[in-house]
């Protein structure tokens, strides 16, 4: 047995899923009693997730009566009578369950009359679907529950009832604790029973979860995970482990759990009269096994405190509401707290036992004892900064200047943020490569076990900024040469050769026109004396890059679309404008849309910076409000293929748009005022049959015209 149990949100996986598609039904069993004159009550149980259970019980639930030829005589349609919650029961009062942990429970009750008949019945109710997250049978989110009971021939002759078991079984059990839990019946006609372990039934879909009435027998069993899941092994995932077992005489249900989920279990009890068998009783319900929580009494307190007499104790215990914590300070007898997390002044330095009592007086109350070192502080932290030469990066020498009068310093701590490097050594060095403000900070532990900190902060302001990359041109073009430099830096700027600069000396951008091959550099230094300097090579070349450009078409109506091509080099960028009317203007085949004739450019440059234009016109013709420009195709065929499914009504400038279609008896079978709505040959959401339909379409187009057409059209199928 375990000593000390940690509270666990291992359980949370069991519960805490997102919202499912199913009801989560828990477990349930049904019975009987004889009433007599052929008058039997009959008692339906159903258990469901209180938390994920939807939706609500069955109102009403369907049990049907069936025959022993598996025909449905009766379909009881019963309302539930309340309901009820179960909370978890555990073997041990010093035990914690997870929360989340409750089930609800509801009755149908109904007296029905069942005459004597050969073979005897069987009551059946179903219902879907289990739990997703039960481990020991597959597909439990699809797999349903049947509820049955059968009264036999015999049964019907002697006025039987059926057992009745005496109590249900915990919803909640601990991994690693053994289960002993009773689950024997009673029989009010004194008969023999006999207690197995046998297979839950499934029943109902998720398709048709709440069968009314219910499936006929024979019942189909749940699909066990096997390995290592069966009749014989219902909980325990690993072998070794004594598995679930039920005493055949007592009804004592006995194992040793070994592994954390939920598990399917199904109980049957068999009613013997005179050495012969009248009836079987069965029940299946959900195992939840988890880790059990326990008081359990912790706390945190530095093992060695050095300067400082004030302690901050910090209160690690759980599953307890209530604290007493006792100092044991000579200095002042009897201090205590009852705060969770308190703070408490010793009267001087030495060492103290420390206790705290978790759920003080409770029968399940735990006690936890810690040792404290207060000594007088000794240990002086320090450090001295140097800087090195500083570009985009520096670096950074530490110079250690701790001392301790009592000890011995034995161990360093750095850490410099906000870049998070760190290091143990006495005197580390540090490479920065980002402006920003630093602070370092040391913590020192000597020999006594007293530690202090120390931390300083610094400015630091490195060379930001970014060169342009090589540059190309042709001969006697001038070009920019721009440094990109964030705001709020003091920069200074060094240009070379000097010959070669137009203007912008001194500056981040100058203008340059070299007649040859020539690499620019420039020194930059800041205020804080970081200094970098970059090179920019400069091609120069005097070749002009061939260009020609074609429009196809080149004339057009408003709306359409002209496919724009220029000489294709991968060596080139593309500039064409205007650029309002074009799908990318940077390629070199874009597509233009142009609403009126326009005339495009389009202007190359090569790797080598030289560039060449090219111009082409686009006409574009004024509409016209009638066929060919607005029109109906005269027929289409929806027929799932892709092509041809929607029958639309076709043209580029049509502003506004009233479409309708009728069949032949003059029944109007389709309607819209939007081009971006067609007919799928759909009438009150039936498909209609290969036929030829009349329509009448009116619009009024972008010029302001209004055109009316009166036609047919042939659905195909």
């Not at 739990?131 to 009971?149: C, E, K, M, W």
């Not at 991994?175 to 029973?193: C, F, M, N, R, Y």
């Not at 209530?322 to 200095?331: A, E, K, Q, Y």
């Not at 090179?535 to 724009?564: C, F, H, K, R």
Request: hydrophobic share 35%.
């Amino acid at each position: 047995m375990w000593k000390k149990y940690l509270f666990s949100c291992v359980f949370a996986f069991l519960c805490a899923l997102p919202a499912l598609r199913a009801t989560h039904i828990v477990g349930g069993e049904m019975s009987y009693r004889c009433l007599g004159n052929n008058q039997y009550e009959v008692t339906l149980v159903v258990f469901r997730d209180c938390f994920y259970g939807q939706p609500w019980f069955d109102s009403p639930a369907s049990i049907g009566v069936f025959n022993a030829s598996n025909q449905l005589v009766q379909d009881l349609r019963i309302f539930p009578i309340g309901n009820d919650t179960l909370a978890p029961v555990l073997t041990s009062e010093c035990f914690v369950a997870p929360p989340d942990v409750c089930v609800h429970t509801t009755t149908y009750r109904r007296v029905v009359n069942l005459p004597p008949t050969p073979g005897g019945y069987t009551l059946a109710y179903q219902r879907c679907c289990r739990n997703q997250t039960i481990v020991n049978i597959v597909n439990p989110l699809a797999t349903g529950a049947t509820y049955s009971v059968t009264i036999s021939e015999t049964a019907l002759q002697q006025c039987n009832s059926s057992p009745q078991f005496s109590q249900w079984p915990p919803i909640y059990i601990c991994v690693g604790e053994p289960l002993i839990v009773d689950q024997s019946a009673t029989d009010a006609d004194g008969d023999s029973l006999v207690y197995k372990l046998c297979e839950p039934f499934s029943g109902a879909t998720q398709n048709d979860p709440t069968p009314q009435p219910p499936g006929p027998p024979p019942y189909i069993p749940v699909t066990w995970i096997n390995p290592p899941y069966n009749v014989n092994n219902m909980l325990n995932g690993t072998p070794g482990d004594p598995p679930l077992a039920i005493d055949p005489v007592t009804g004592l249900l006995t194992a040793l759990p070994n592994t954390i989920g939920q598990f399917v279990v199904g109980i049957c009890v068999e009613e013997y009269r005179n050495g012969q068998l009248i009836g079987t009783m069965r029940r299946d319900f959900q195992y939840n096994v988890g880790l059990c929580g326990q008081t359990v009494s912790a706390f945190f307190a530095p093992e060695v405190q050095c300067g400082n007499l004030a302690v901050n104790f910090e209160n690690q215990s759980s599953n307890a509401s209530t604290f007493r914590w006792f100092f044991n300070d000579p200095g002042n007898p009897g201090a205590t707290s009852t705060l969770p997390n308190p703070t408490y002044t010793f009267s001087d330095t030495g060492r103290y036992t420390i206790m705290l009592i978790a759920d003080p007086g409770a029968f399940c109350q735990d006690t936890a004892y810690r040792e404290i070192h207060l000594l007088p502080n000794s240990l002086f932290p320090g450090f001295d900064i140097d800087f090195g030469p500083c570009s985009d990066t520096v670096r950074l020498t530490v110079t250690d200047m701790s001392f301790d009068t009592a000890s011995t310093i034995t161990s360093y701590a750095w850490r410099l943020s906000p870049s998070g490097a760190v290091s143990s050594e006495q005197n580390p060095e540090f490479l920065i490569a980002n402006s920003g403000i630093y602070t370092l900070e040391l913590t020192v532990v000597a020999e006594n076990g007293c530690r202090s900190t120390y931390s300083e902060s610094f400015p630091v302001n490195l060379i930001t900024t970014v060169p342009p990359s090589a540059e190309a041109l042709c001969r006697t073009d001038t070009i920019s040469l721009t440094l990109n430099s964030p705001g709020g830096q003091t920069l200074s700027y060094v240009w070379s050769p000097a010959q070669q600069i137009i203007s912008g000396a001194g500056t981040a951008s100058v203008r340059v026109s070299p007649d040859m091959n020539t690499v620019f550099s420039v020194q930059v230094t800041n205020a804080a004396g970081c200094s970098k300097t970059f090179d920019i090579p400069v091609t120069v070349s005097n070749i002009q890059p061939p260009l020609s450009a074609t429009a196809t078409p080149d004339t057009i109506a408003p709306g359409e679309t002209v496919q724009l091509e220029a000489t294709f080099d991968p060596g080139y960028t593309y500039e064409w404008s205007p650029a309002g009317s074009l799908n990318n203007a940077g390629i070199h085949n874009p597509e233009a849309t142009p609403s009126q004739t326009t005339v495009y450019t389009v202007r190359i440059r090569d790797a080598d910076g030289c560039s060449n234009t090219a111009t082409l016109r686009v006409v574009v013709i004024a509409p016209e409000c009638r066929d060919p420009y607005v029109y109906v195709p005269n027929g289409f065929s929806p027929n799932g293929d892709g092509r041809n499914d929607v029958l639309f009504v076709r043209g580029n400038f049509i502003d506004e748009l009233y479409f309708v279609i009728y069949d032949r008896w003059g029944e109007k079978v389709f309607e819209t005022s939007s081009q971006g709505i067609g007919w799928d040959g759909r009438f009150r959401g039936r498909q209609l049959n290969s036929d030829v339909f009349a329509y009448f379409l009116r619009v009024r187009c972008a010029n302001g015209e209004e055109y009316i057409k009166k036609g047919n059209v042939t659905l195909l199928r």
